[in-house]
């Protein structure tokens, strides 16, 4: 018998033409149960045999796989460049039997959404938006109609840690939640992970949302545009320094502003005669050598809504605005084929303002203008490094750490008038805190059927006097069957120690962001998964996932409380926001079933959820236990792109969702009241208060169900280096009248008949045909 030696294999995956490191790329030896996975830098290492030739592929979905044959003894480095898999002009249905299967793949509760697809999906006027696809995927519940808001696996939407190249985003939101703050132009990749959670993330329960952005092409300039109903956007990419630098800058601009302004009635309406948006993203990267890497990143956009009202001698202005920013300087360096580390410096910041003036004429001149203006906001400095280590073919190690200086701004009341000339600022002090976590994983291969990766975070938390230690175990395993099978389980305790504050459950920009203190704990969750997936061919695969999650010390406000959080007390001393919100725990529970096709003329997939979540705090409800606002019973949903022929391709959306657990008015009344004013006989001696509301249980209403069909018609022309799509969608296609919110109010009736209370459901969005264009050069 010869012993068998081994030696380690790796390089760099490229795209070709532009030099753009693709990380998520799957390396593996067909048949063999031996692989690996490229890095955030492109980079892969691989330990594989020296005894005779091997096959080895690279897989990555939307590009064409590659397969190479090497002698091991005679070659250790292996750099390889993909091609997207699909051209605008023709229509290719590739044999994809060397693509990795899923059953091959050991992490649970983990989708990749591929770019190409997102671009092809239909969406409201014309604007891709990535949170909107996520929406349909399973275990992801929907906010009300249009809202871009997420709910996973029974949380909320700030337990969800949304990243772009590794910087928060606290509000990822547009037009008070229709759209998402992400340029799909901008985006290289998009991946979810809801469960199974490995050691190096931290901070959030329920959701990871990680977003790349691309990297500028080191060769050639290139553009992309698009020109839609509510906004424009454009993309620009192209060298620095050829073959060694890059650039991209990406901007997005909302016109309807313009729009309103030319619909508006006038000052009279108070409709809001200035709104709108803009983002702008950049990237800069560096290949430093063979071994280095540096980039650098960023992104900022605000929202801006403004209306007037003029009556008799008052002219009233609301505003409200919000915005992020965020920054991220990134260096990879490769110190041998076994270790490569990556450190990052990151800043994020989100800002809220809501500002009220009214301006006063007398005798037909300007008299005194009083201001109100509201603010709030958090920023944070984040210094990360993580350590890759390729032990062996059987452990791949990983180790990292990462501090977090937060700065929190709960309120901020400005209010000045033009009699006095002097701005007063009340404000609760800017609260200070840090969060630090470290954390060790290892990806254990024992045999070739078992895939394990264990792991520990050891979070930590800083306030004042309030010091927290949380260790959080994580465990994902997988077992290979016979026939395309795979079974996986996995545990994972999470912590989060920034609480955001919401009055409405829909995660609009009022919700404040706020830390955990001596007086308001940690959010804590712990979630077990098992899954099952069978691959049926070479790109048909079903993934059946059930899970069941607890939380503690979840908070929300106390009853009648809200973000206009008061400045002083009844003893005069400056108010605590904890004053305000109650503690509690939740349970969430459900199974997810996903058949999922990625390549070929039809691509797409099936998804439904099946979930409980119910919450339990002692100051609502009575202490009694309550289902949240984002609780659903059945969610399903259908994604669909047909190649119809070389040019064309048509797609469409069904999706399904019982009502949202709401609280409405039962019952109306009138209550008889003393007046107080008894001077003048003629003035009759009570008052009648009328519209009294009577609401039941929290959340004790049931909505109607939710359902709609979107669709889309893209028609591709391509002239050389020009490429052309226009395209034709239609939302809300049959126009069902989903339920916006709901309103109890009084109904006149004829006859003599007495005045009855009707529940009225007002919808949103009837069916919306749009047009876009989109340019490529």
Request: aromatic share 12%.
């Amino acid at each position: 018998m010869v012993a068998q030696t081994s030696t380690t294999l790796s390089g760099s995956v490229w795209e070709t033409g532009n030099r753009k490191p693709l990380s998520g790329v799957h390396v593996y030896l067909p048949g063999q149960q031996t692989g690996a996975v490229s890095n955030e830098s492109g980079f892969y290492t691989l330990t594989v045999s020296t005894k005779d030739s091997l096959t080895v592929t690279f897989s990555y979905v939307g590009y064409e796989t590659v397969t190479r044959t090497i002698f091991p003894a005679n070659q250790q480095t292996l750099d390889i460049e993909l091609t997207p898999g699909q051209t605008l002009t023709e229509v290719s249905v590739k044999s994809q039997s060397s693509r990795q299967k899923d059953s091959d793949n050991p992490q649970l509760s983990r989708i990749e959404i591929p770019i190409a697809q997102l671009t092809k999906i239909p969406a409201l006027l014309g604007e891709k938006d990535v949170l909107k696809v996520i929406q349909l995927l399973p275990g992801v519940q929907k906010g009300s109609e249009g809202n871009a808001g997420i709910y996973v696996r029974g949380g909320g939407p700030d337990q969800n840690l949304i990243m772009v190249d590794e910087a928060v985003v606290y509000n990822p939101s547009h037009l008070l939640g229709f759209f998402s703050v992400f340029n799909g132009d901008a985006l290289k990749s998009v991946e979810l992970t809801k469960g199974g959670f490995p050691a190096r993330y931290g901070g959030r329960l329920s959701s990871v949302i990680e977003m790349g952005m691309k990297e500028g092409d080191k060769n050639d300039l290139h553009g992309t545009g698009s020109i839609g109903l509510i906004a424009s956007r454009l993309t620009l990419e192209g060298p620095l320094q050829k073959g060694k630098a890059s650039f991209l800058v990406s901007a997005r601009q909302c016109y309807l502003g313009l729009l309103t302004q030319l619909v508006s009635p006038g000052p009279e309406s108070g409709i809001p005669s200035r709104s709108g948006f803009y983002d702008y993203n950049a990237k800069i990267s560096f290949d430093l050598g063979p071994r280095d890497r540096v980039y650098l990143s960023g992104y900022t956009g605000a929202d801006q809504f403004k209306s007037q009202r003029v009556a008799n001698d008052r002219t009233l202005e609301a505003g409200l605005g919000w915005g992020n920013t965020t920054g991220t300087l990134r260096w990879s360096h490769r110190f041998s084929n076994q270790v490569s580390g990556h450190t990052a410096l990151i800043v994020s910041q989100y800002r809220m303002k809501v500002s009220n003036e009214e301006a006063i004429t007398i005798a037909n001149k300007p008299g005194p203008v009083f201001r109100l203006d509201y603010l709030s906001g958090i920023r944070d400095f984040t210094l990360k490094h993580d350590l890759d280590v390729y032990a062996s073919s059987k452990h791949q190690l990983r180790f990292g750490f990462q501090v977090t200086p937060h700065r929190f701004t709960p309120s901020a009341v400005v209010s000045a008038t033009s009699e006095t000339g002097n701005p007063s600022l009340e404000t609760s002090h800017a609260i200070n805190a840090v969060e630090s976590g470290a954390y060790a994983e290892d990806f254990w291969q024992p045999t070739s059927r078992w895939r394990i990766n264990a792991g520990l975070r050891l979070s930590y938390f800083y306030h004042k006097d309030a010091h927290y230690v949380r260790p959080e175990p994580r465990l994902s395993v997988a077992y290979k069957l016979p026939s395309d099978w795979t079974i996986k389980g996995a545990y994972a305790r999470m912590n989060q120690y920034v609480h955001m504050l919401s009055s409405t459950g829909v995660g609009l920009p009022t919700d404040l962001w706020v830390p955990t203190t001596d007086r308001v704990k940690p959010q804590q969750s712990e979630q077990f998964a098992m899954g099952l997936v069978k691959d049926f061919n070479s790109d048909l695969a079903l993934t059946v996932e059930g899970y069941h999650k607890t939380m503690t010390n979840n908070i929300s406000y106390k009853e009648g409380a809200s973000f206009l959080l008061t400045n002083t007390t009844t003893t005069g001393q400056p108010a605590r926001w904890e004053d305000n919100v109650t503690a509690g725990k939740g349970w969430s529970y459900g199974g997810e079933v996903m058949l999922q096709k990625k390549t070929g003329r039809l691509s797409g997939w099936i998804g439904y959820t099946w979930s409980w979540t119910q919450w339990q705090f002692a100051d609502l409800n009575g202490g009694r236990k309550f289902f949240p606002r984002y609780d659903r019973r059945h969610d399903f949903s259908i994604v669909g792109v047909y190649e119809l022929r070389q040019r064309w391709t048509l797609s469409g959306t069904w999706v399904y969702g019982t009502g949202q657990a709401l609280t409405v008015p039962m019952s109306r009344y009138a209550v008889s009241a003393n007046n107080p004013d008894h001077s003048n006989p003629a003035v009759n001696p009570f008052i009648d208060t009328r519209n009294v509301k009577d609401y039941g249980e929290k959340n004790s209403f049931r909505a109607e169900p939710f359902h709609r069909l979107d669709i889309s018609l893209q028609f591709h022309t391509k002239k050389r280096t020009r490429e052309s799509i226009w395209e034709l969608s239609v939302y809300n296609a049959y126009n069902r009248r989903n339920p916006f919110y709901y309103s109890l109010e009084g109904k006149v009736e004829t006859d003599g008949k007495p005045s009855k209370s009707v529940l009225y459901r007002y919808s949103l969005f009837p069916v919306v045909p749009t047009v876009s264009y989109t340019f490529k050069f």
